[in-house]
């Protein structure tokens, strides 16, 4: 028998599965839609969770876990902003995220230009970690400006550049490829200033043309199309915790 503290009201036990509303569970109960154990259920009744067994039209109605955190690698289109509104109604990364019922947060930013790795959770002790300063994860980007950098440019991008009047860490900057449009730069990332990367190249004379976040540490967007996610798998989640103390 199920101690009274252990038993709930069976339109909140809908809501708290994120069914319906107390008042719309109430309607159907009362319908007769509602069955508990194999009984037609009573508006007002009380059940426990963890053993009584709720059908919904025929449809076991199961309880969602407690602390259930979900972990999303998305790879970020342009023209889409790092949140989850907008007031001025311009596109949010949590537009693409189709079949995630859970509501979750961006980790970090990458502006309405910039395209790549976005993760998202509703784990606020990882976010925390990651977006701290002391987190030791790099972020790798894929930078296409439009010239060629000359060697003390490259050297100044290097340096212990100071942006809106906070010295950043220094970047690691690698040329990778040059053609008649431009360069394509490396860039390893350990903190993430807003527009760092657009504002390093500002104060070096150089455009960015593109921007494109590649990995995050060990975690890599491989064959993620565009505009799609994923859930991160379970040695990525323990990498990204094991790595951000």
């Known amino acids: 028998m199920s101690n009274n503290s252990e038993l709930i009201r069976l339109q909140k036990f809908f809501t708290d599965c994120g069914i319906m509303s107390r008042r719309a569970a109430e309607a159907e109960i009362a319908a007769g839609k509602v069955k508990v154990n194999g009984a037609v259920a009573e508006v007002g009744m009380k059940i426990d969770p963890r053993k009584d067994v709720v059908t919904y039209m025929d449809k076991q109605i199961k309880p969602r876990v407690k602390n259930s955190f979900v972990y999303i690698m998305m790879n970020k289109p342009r023209g889409y902003i790092t949140s989850t509104s907008d007031p001025q109604g311009r596109k949010c990364v949590t537009d693409l995220l189709d079949g995630v019922s859970e509501r979750v947060y961006p980790i970090g930013r990458l502006d309405l230009c910039s395209e790549g790795m976005l993760l998202l959770t509703n784990d606020g002790?990882?976010?925390?970690?990651?977006?701290?300063?002391?987190?030791?994860?790099?972020?790798?980007?894929?930078?296409?400006?439009?010239?060629?950098?000359?060697?003390?440019?490259?050297?100044?991008?290097?340096?212990?550049?100071?942006?809106?009047?906070?010295?950043?860490?220094?970047?690691?900057?690698?040329?990778?490829?040059?053609?008649?449009?431009?360069?394509?730069?490396?860039?390893?990332?350990?903190?993430g200033r807003n527009r760092q990367i657009r504002k390093m190249c500002e104060l070096c004379g150089l455009t960015v043309k593109r921007l494109n976040r590649i990995s995050i540490g060990s975690l890599k967007l491989n064959n993620l199309p565009v505009g799609k996610w994923r859930y991160l798998e379970q040695d990525e989640i323990d990498y990204l915790y094991a790595n951000s103390k």
């Open 125 to 191: 002790t990882l976010a925390n970690r990651l977006t701290h300063p002391r987190h030791t994860i790099p972020k790798i980007y894929r930078v296409k400006v439009g010239s060629a950098i000359t060697d003390s440019q490259l050297e100044k991008l290097r340096s212990e550049l100071v942006i809106d009047g906070y010295k950043i860490q220094p970047v690691g900057v690698d040329v990778t490829d040059i053609d008649e449009s431009g360069t394509v730069l490396k860039m390893t990332l350990f903190e």
